[in-house]
């Protein structure tokens, strides 16, 4: 079992629908990371966070450490929303991130 | 600031050859990190760097992989003699810090290597 685990792998929605990307993992944290790879392969760090909310633009991240839990939403999808998300977490013990694999985003105008 | 700058962004070798991936980090940032991203295995950290010292080596797979910062501003990965199962894109990235709230990544365009 990967030590972090999104959900779903594949996504596909339609412009303006509400997105909800989902992140477990199984280690203790110091941080979880959300990142988003463009189709170009350039990867963008969205958000940091090590407890509650944090929101930019149309995109809100959560989590949940004694459910060992986040999420990403993205509000009012539009199709330049299409890209990988990624979810990384800090391991508390090592100080090393640790991937998970991806959620591929699909926005249809 | 120009971002974290990686060379070349693609490399076709043949099996066996000796492969040099560079990057440049953004000025001022005290970490440095390299990773390689494939499709099985999705992102993985190689090796980062605190200060031009290698402090965490355990995500290089082999003794063919290596990795050297001769200063702050300048790091290398060489992959000799490289191997088919080498082919990935490989991310160099840089942060102020590697543990704290100002410790973002910074991710390079990535280099595109494909050893045939």
């Known amino acids: 079992k990967n030590e972090v685990e999104q959900s779903p792998q594949n996504l596909t929605a339609q412009e303006g629908e509400f997105i909800t990307i989902n992140c477990s993992y199984s280690?203790?944290?110091?941080?979880l990371h959300w990142l988003q790879q463009h189709p170009g392969g350039g990867i963008v760090s969205l958000f940091m966070l090590s407890s509650g909310k944090k929101k930019h633009g149309r995109l809100i991240a959560t989590i949940n450490i004694q459910e060992k839990h986040s999420s990403l939403h993205i509000t009012a999808s539009h199709p330049r929303d299409s890209a990988v998300y990624i979810c990384?977490?800090?391991?508390?013990?090592?100080?090393?991130?640790?991937f998970g694999t991806g959620t591929l985003l699909a926005v249809q105008p | 600031d120009a971002g974290v700058i990686q060379s070349p962004r693609h490399e076709v070798t043949e099996m066996g050859q000796e492969v040099t991936l560079r990057c440049k980090p953004i000025?001022?940032?005290?970490?440095l990190f390299w990773y390689r991203q494939t499709m099985m295995r999705g992102l993985e950290l190689l090796i980062y760097f605190n200060n031009n010292v290698p402090i965490d080596d355990s995500g290089m797979p082999e003794d063919r992989f290596s990795a050297k910062m001769p200063n702050a501003s300048f790091s290398t990965l060489k992959i000799q003699p490289s191997e088919p199962r080498d082919s990935a894109v490989y991310f160099c990235?840089?942060?102020?810090?590697?543990?704290?709230?100002?410790?973002?990544?910074?991710f390079g365009p990535g280099t595109r290597l494909t050893v045939l």
């Open positions: 000025s001022g940032h005290d970490y």
């Open positions: 990384a977490v800090r391991d508390g013990a090592t100080n090393k991130l640790i």
């Open positions: 990235a840089s942060s102020l810090g590697a543990g704290g709230v100002t410790d973002t990544q910074y």
């Open positions: 280690v203790g944290i110091s941080a």
